[in-house]
C-alpha cells in the first residue's frame, strides 16, 4: 500500500488486491454491524438524504457504541433525546459512507489490471471526505474489537504488528505444539489473530492518514492563491 497523492484527477493510491479486497469486506461488515444494532431501517442506508427519526435505542454492541457515541455523559434525557433525534441520519450515513468505499476499493467492482504491481484505488476529489469518514469509522470498530482504549495501546500494537509479534522460530514451535497461545485479555485474539486484525487496523490508518494529508496541503494551496 503506498501513501495517496493528488493528482488532477483525484487521489490517488497504489494497493495490493488482497488489501482492497479485505477492506472492502470489514467495510460491509461494519455497515451491516451498524445498521443492525442501531435499529436503521432497511431502506435508510439508500435515502441518506431523507430525515429520519424516532430510534432512541442505545447500541448494544461496544464497537457501535463508539460510533454512536452518547451525546451528553452526565445528561441521560439529553442523551436519550439527542440520540432519539439524530440517530438514525447518523447511522444512515455512516452506513451509505462505509458502503460507497466499499464499492471504490473492491476489486470485483473495479477489477485489478495488473496483480503482480497492486492496483490503483481513485478517490474523487468530492468524495474524499467520506472516504477519510469511512476509515475513521472502520478502524473504531477494530480499535474496540482489539481493546485499544488510548494512544499508548495503539503504539503498543503498531509494534506488535510491524515486528510479527513472533519470530518464525517461535512460529514453527507452535505449529509443532498446535498451540498459537493464550487469548489477548483484552482482545480475546490469539497472537496470529490480533497480528492479522491489527494489520488491518494500521493499514487503514495509514490510508487515511496520507489522505487527509493531502486533503490539508491542497486546503492550504487553495487557501495561498485566494
Do not use: I, N
Amino acid at each position: 500500500m503506498t501513501p495517496f497523492r493528488s493528482t488532477p484527477a483525484g487521489y490517488v493510491a497504489t494497493w495490493e488486491p488482497v488489501e482492497r479486497e479485505v477492506l472492502a469486506r470489514v467495510a460491509r461488515d461494519v455497515a451491516d454491524l451498524l445498521s443492525a444494532d442501531s435499529g436503521l431501517p432497511e431502506d435508510a442506508a439508500e435515502s441518506a438524504e431523507v430525515a429520519f427519526t424516532g430510534v432512541a435505542r442505545v447500541p448494544r454492541d461496544p464497537a457501535v457504541q463508539r460510533l454512536l457515541p452518547d451525546a451528553h455523559r452526565e445528561d441521560e434525557e439529553v442523551a436519550a433525546e439527542f440520540r432519539h433525534l439524530t440517530q438514525t441520519d447518523l447511522a444512515a450515513g455512516k452506513v451509505a459512507r462505509l458502503r460507497g468505499f466499499a464499492e471504490t476499493v473492491d476489486p470485483s467492482v473495479e477489477p485489478v489490471t495488473d496483480p503482480g504491481d497492486g492496483d490503483q484505488v481513485l478517490v474523487e476529489r468530492d468524495g474524499a471526505q467520506d472516504f477519510a469518514a469511512a476509515l475513521t469509522d472502520v478502524r473504531l470498530v477494530l480499535a474496540e474489537r482489539l481493546g485499544l482504549d488510548d494512544d499508548g495501546d495503539v503504539e503498543r500494537l503498531h509494534d506488535e504488528v510491524m515486528s510479527g509479534l513472533m519470530s518464525e522460530d517461535e512460529d514453527e514451535d507452535e505449529d509443532e505444539d498446535g498451540d498459537d497461545g493464550d487469548p489477548d485479555e483484552a482482545s480475546g485474539f490469539d497472537a496470529e489473530q490480533r497480528v492479522y486484525w491489527g494489520g488491518v487496523f494500521v493499514a487503514a490508518g495509514f490510508a487515511q492518514e496520507s489522505l487527509m494529508d493531502e486533503l490539508l496541503a491542497d486546503l492550504r494551496a487553495r487557501r495561498g492563491t485566494d
